[in-house]
Structures are given as C-alpha cells and as structure tokens.
C-alpha cells in the first residue's frame, strides 16, 4: 500500500549509542517531517524538509541530525542517544500543508 | 511558538452520546486539520478546514473552524466504539507546510 514507512517499530539504546530511523515515502511528496510525541506533550517537530537535499530545524532539534539525500528518503540520526529522547518517533509526509500529512505508524524507542 | 490548546483532555461516554471537542489558539492559523491517532498507529487525517466560519461534516462528526481562524470544534453524534481514539487538531501556517499540533483529546466510547 501506498503511504509512509518507518523502520524500525522497535529499539532500545543505551546510553551514549548512535543510532538512525529509517523513514521512506512513495508518494512523490515534496514535504517531509519527524516528529516525537510524548505523553502530555503531544507532537512536536524536530527537523523538517521542502524538498530533495535541504533540512532545516523544528522546535526541539538538539541531539538530532537528519539527511534526505533523496526525495523519498528521510533520515533522523541520534549521535549519542540519552534517556531524554525516549518516545515515540514519527515521520510524515506531505504535498502541502492543506493536503494533510500522511503519518508513517512510528518508531518506539527506548534509552536506558 | 504558537500553541493549541485542546478540551478536554480526556472523554468517557457511552455508546449513542454525543460530544464535542474544543481546539483553541490564540494565533491565526490558514488551515485547521483534526486527525485521529489509535494505540500504536501514527495519525489519520480527518479533515482539512481552511476558512474562517467553516463548517464540514464527515457522517457523525462535524468540524468547524472559528470565524477568526484561531479556534475549532468536532462534534460527534452518537458516538460508537469505533470513535474511540486519541483526537488532535493541528494548525498550519503556510510555513512550509508545517503544523502545529495540540495536545489531544483522549475519548474512550463504551458500549
């Protein structure tokens, strides 16, 4: 089906390990997003993309790096993981703002 | 940072109860979406409201946006089961297409 996919579903990271997630869309859209949800806190955005080979930061990006070296490719990279960036990782996609987003089903990561 | 506010936090009704949730700013946002988001799954867009006075209705739930473009409503005539879900409102700017999500409304429908 067509739509966004995240791998991993699942991870769990010590400490000061590296790590990146996957997210892959097939929709030729030019928008591309990583979110984090946490509870009480809801979505928030880390880094963005308009377009094949830019990125730019969203409100919480310390900690975080990300690539889209390709259009439908958008990789978010942990440097050395902590127990703060424990959550639930989503990325979306999008044509425009007005279209929606369409969400991919998350990465559930935890940092011991 | 623009932020949206949404009641109530959490909603606990019964099956054929109606309800309405409440998404409010103090920004101006140029579109207005509600998604519905289920354990383990990323959101679902609903739908898109784009001007001020809005009214769309999706069969049992009726969206609207505020005259001012800074608040939203969802109301759901008799709720069923299947409602049952996380609720999030999300305003755009225009700004790369970016959103501002609120913190959600948790309803839980029981039979």
């Known amino acids: 089906n067509a739509g966004v996919t995240q791998t991993p579903k699942f991870r769990v990271l010590k400490t000061g390990q590296s790590m990146t997630l996957l997210c892959a869309q097939d929709m030729n859209h030019e928008y591309m997003y990583w979110y984090r949800q946490d509870p009480g806190m809801g979505l928030r955005l880390i880094h963005y993309s308009v377009g094949e080979g830019t990125t730019a930061k969203g409100e919480v990006p310390d900690g975080y790096n990300v690539s889209r070296l390709k259009k439908q490719n958008f990789l978010l990279g942990l440097e050395s993981a902590a127990p703060s960036q424990t959550s639930v990782y989503f990325c979306a996609s999008s044509r425009d703002s007005t279209y929606g987003y369409t969400f991919g089903s998350g990465t559930r990561l935890t940092v011991v | 940072t623009q932020l949206l506010e949404q009641s109530p936090q959490f909603l606990s009704i019964q099956e054929g109860e109606n309800l309405t949730v409440y998404c409010n700013s103090s920004?101006?946002?140029?579109?207005l979406q509600w998604y519905r988001q289920e354990p383990g799954e990323g959101p679902v867009l609903l739908v898109t409201v784009v001007t001020g006075g809005e009214v769309k209705k999706l069969k049992r739930l009726t969206f609207q946006f505020g005259d001012a473009r800074k608040d939203s409503s969802l109301h759901i005539t008799a709720a069923q089961p299947g409602d049952t879900g996380l609720y999030l409102c999300?305003?755009?700017?225009?700004?790369?297409?970016?959103?501002?999500f609120g913190t959600g409304t948790r309803l839980q429908v029981t039979l």
């Open positions: 999300a305003g755009g700017t225009g700004t790369a297409s970016k959103l501002t």
């Open positions: 920004s101006v946002f140029s579109s």
